[in-house]
């Protein structure tokens, strides 16, 4: 069983830049792929980011490639995700998610609570 709680959402405007935090608990963090999903106000749950621990690779979606950015940090238990150059279209609920591979959110089996980012024009 894997504990997920993000953190660092919040309000900001175009341009602005933001770094959301996810912190694991529970079943060893490093067997786990982990990603970043957000969901919008009547839209389906999105693919945003995902990095595999073994390799250290990463995958976005095309919407955010070069503005957002995932990392780890295996000792700490954490993955972060940078926005930088925030739009109005990224404006949702971001979710943490673990024990899962490749942009389905079905193939993910553990998720946080979810923090939300909101983008002013």
């Known amino acids: 069983q894997v504990q997920l709680v993000e953190s660092g959402g919040g309000l900001v405007q175009t341009g602005d830049s933001l770094r959301l935090s996810c912190a694991a608990s529970g079943r060893t963090f490093s067997r786990y792929n982990m990603a970043w999903f957000r969901q919008a106000p009547g839209k389906e749950r999105e693919f945003v980011a995902a990095?595999?621990?073994?390799?250290?690779?990463?995958y976005y979606a095309d919407s955010v490639r070069g503005r957002f950015t995932i990392s780890g940090d295996n000792a700490k238990n954490t993955v972060s995700l940078q926005m930088i150059s925030l739009k109005p279209e990224d404006t949702a609920v971001y979710y943490c998610a673990a024990g899962g591979s490749g942009s389905s959110s079905i193939d993910y089996a553990y998720w946080g609570q979810g923090t939300q980012v909101t983008v002013s024009s």
């Open positions: 990095i595999k621990w073994r390799g250290g690779n990463t």
